[in-house]
Antibody, heavy 120, light 110 residues
């Protein structure tokens, strides 16, 4: 069974750094893209970017380029989303998702979401 | 690249049909078959309901169907049931491994 398990709720202050994780199991982690999706409070889903764990090739939405870093460690089947300096506007639920096949879209598998709250 | 355009709300009575639209451009919705629809209940992870315009993953009821004409894709929910009340999002491949989501539509079952 394919599963994506994300790290837990985070409460941080503006300016702090943060890395959240998404661990895949039940499939060959290296060979499927992993995407990150943001949902700000009361708002819709936003595609942030995607990574191919086998070679760590990452592609970012123009809206998120330079704002976050997506990485992966295929040896432990885990993808990451990293902020070097959080802002209050980064408060959101963040989901990781895996496509149902070899494509980069059509996400058939989702993590449970990680709530990130940034507040002074 | 802008978000795909969806109506903010839609509604129907139990048993009725409702259609939600998703409008993009020739660079995304109109240019590829890779249009998907997701159902999202608050507090839960989104669920893929339709992929590749009109394909249903196993386990998704055939009450859910998808179509596309030009730059606009549509999701139709037939025989509305109370549990269909949720937020629905379309997404489309937009080239260069970029994906766009729609703004979301809140479906209310009256």
């Amino acid at each position: 069974e394919v599963q994506l398990v994300q790290s837990g709720t985070e409460v941080k202050k503006p300016g702090e750094s943060l890395k959240i994780s998404c661990k895949g199991s039940g499939y060959s982690f290296s060979n499927y893209w992993i995407a990150w999706v943001r949902q700000m409070p009361g708002k819709g889903l936003e595609w942030m970017g995607i990574i191919y764990p086998d070679d760590s090739h990452a592609i970012y939405s123009p809206s998120f380029q330079g704002q976050v870093t997506i990485s992966a460690d295929k040896s432990i089947s885990t993808a990451y989303l990293h902020w070097s300096s959080l802002k209050a506007s980064d408060t959101a639920i963040y989901y990781c998702a895996r496509p149902r096949g070899s494509s980069t879209s059509s996400y058939g598998y989702w993590g449970q979401g990680t709530l990130v709250t940034v507040s002074s | 690249q802008s978000a795909l355009a969806q109506p903010p709300s839609a509604s129907g009575s139990p048993g009725q049909s409702v259609t939600i639209s998703c409008t993009g451009t020739s660079s995304d919705v109109g240019g590829y078959i890779y249009v998907s629809w997701y159902q999202h209940h608050p507090g839960k992870a989104p669920e893929l309901m339709i992929y590749d315009v009109n394909e249903r993953p196993s386990g998704v009821p055939d009450r859910f169907s998808g179509s596309k004409s030009g730059n606009t894709a549509s999701l139709t929910v037939s025989g509305l049931q109370a549990e269909d009340e949720a937020d629905y999002y379309c997404s489309s491949y937009a080239g260069s491994n970029i994906v766009l989501f729609g703004g979301g539509t809140k479906l209310t079952v009256l």
